[in-house]
């Protein structure tokens, strides 16, 4: 059995929608896109529930998630998807795609650091160097 990974996201007018995920390689296409770590998305979606986030902010985490199954989206697509969907069903499908990504987190505000067990060891930087 394959669990699904993605959120479906809807245009208002109806039609052909789109899938959200935020797999591995789309942290990363975020990380890259922006210099920032993945879970400054949080503190960014935080400001989106009170009425507070860089729209570029906003296009950019949702250019992002788009990418697993949407194979080349530019940023002109998603701030097109933005349009079509509006910002409350955009940010809904973000954090519930999120929640997918990482099953083990009780909610988006977070559990005190237990999100999951890491396993044992010292985790090392990749340097570059081979």
Do not use: H
């Amino acid at each position: 059995m394959t669990l699904k990974n993605y959120v479906d996201l809807a245009p208002k007018s109806g039609g052909e929608g789109w899938k959200l995920a935020f797999t591995t390689n789309a942290m990363c296409a975020y990380e890259d896109e922006t210099g920032k770590d993945f879970t400054s998305v949080a503190g960014a979606l935080a400001g989106a529930g009170e009425g507070r986030i860089s729209m570029r902010v906003m296009r950019t985490i949702l250019w992002a998630g788009l990418l697993e199954y949407q194979e080349g989206t530019t940023m002109r697509d998603a701030g097109e998807v933005l349009d079509a969907c509006g910002m409350t069903q955009v940010g809904g499908a973000i954090a519930a795609a999120i929640r997918l990504a990482f099953p083990e987190a009780k909610d988006s505000s977070g559990n005190g650091g237990k999100a999951g067990k890491a396993a044992p060891g010292k985790v090392e930087e990749p340097t570059g160097k081979s």
